[in-house]
T-cell receptor, first 116, second 116 residues
Framework: GAVVSQHPSWVICKSGTSVKIECRSL??????MFWYRQFPKQSLMLMAT?????????EQGVEKDKFLINHASLTLSTLTVTSAHPEDSSFYIC????????????FGPGTRLTVL | AQSVTQLDSQVPVFEEAPVELRCNYS??????LFWYVQYPNQGLQLLLK??????LVKGINGFEAEFNKSQTSFHLRKPSVHISDTAEYFC??????????????FGQGTILTVHP
């Protein structure tokens, strides 16, 4: 149980285009989902926290107009990288928390974004 | 605010030798502590967690960790490592109810390399 999927697993796009990454909780409902970014050989940095039906809360320094997060249902959150540039190339990982007192996040497998 | 420091960026070890990966944290509230493992181009897998109770926590793949409140440490240990344990390991902390609830703060990661 507690499986989180991400789609796509990798994506290559041209500079200036937008890319959407999906995060789904497959066998539980996630009241909260988190989006992380990981640069090569670095740790995970939290980008934003999304709660179903409300606006995402972004961490300091993260451009909310560039990284659009939509948590439309209890099993799906999406991250859209708008007008992507090469510096947005990174590994994006989502996680989901079932709520109801859970103190653990369940992580997706990650999405490798390469912007040419 | 909370922070996590992993004291070793890289730990080389021979197969079947014991290993300890060190983690220290700081937090103004009671914490929950986690160790995750990440294989190349993959998401995070939970090894073990400390929420409350016994300070010695056993996890998957033969790993264990000890929560030491006085030293604010949560070191990860394994008595005999295998080649397959080669990966990057992350220590993470989240606070209890409050502004930091549910948000994980990660350490910088420790790359464990097991040599034959």
């Amino acid at each position: 149980g507690a499986v989180v999927s991400q789609h796509p697993s990798w994506v290559i796009c041209k500079s200036g285009t937008s890319v959407k990454i999906e995060c789904r909780s497959l066998d539980f409902q996630a009241t909260t989902m988190f989006w992380y970014r990981q640069f090569p050989k670095q740790s995970l940095m939290l980008m934003a926290t999304s709660n179903e039906g409300s606006k995402a809360t972004y961490e300091q320094g993260v451009e909310k107009d560039k990284f659009l997060i939509n948590h439309a249902s209890l099993t799906l959150s999406t991250l859209t990288v708008t007008s992507a540039h090469p510096e947005d190339s990174s590994f994006y990982i989502c996680s989901a928390n079932p709520g109801r007192g859970y103190n653990e996040q369940f992580f997706g497998p990650g999405t490798r974004l390469t912007v040419l | 605010a909370q922070s996590v420091t992993q004291l070793d960026s890289q730990v080389p070890v021979f197969e079947e030798a014991p290993v300890e990966l060190r983690c220290n944290y700081s937090s103004s509230v009671s914490v929950y502590l986690f160790w995750y493992v990440q294989y190349p181009n993959q998401g995070l897998q939970l090894l073990l967690k400390y929420l409350s109770g016994s300070t010695l926590v056993k996890g998957i793949n033969g790993f264990e960790a000890e929560f030491n409140k006085s030293q604010t440490s949560f070191h990860l240990r394994k008595p005999s490592v295998h080649i397959s344990d080669t990966a990057e390991y992350f220590c993470a902390v989240t606070g209890g109810v409050g502004t930091s609830y549910g948000k994980l703060t990660f350490g910088q990661g420790t790359i464990l390399t097991v040599h034959p």
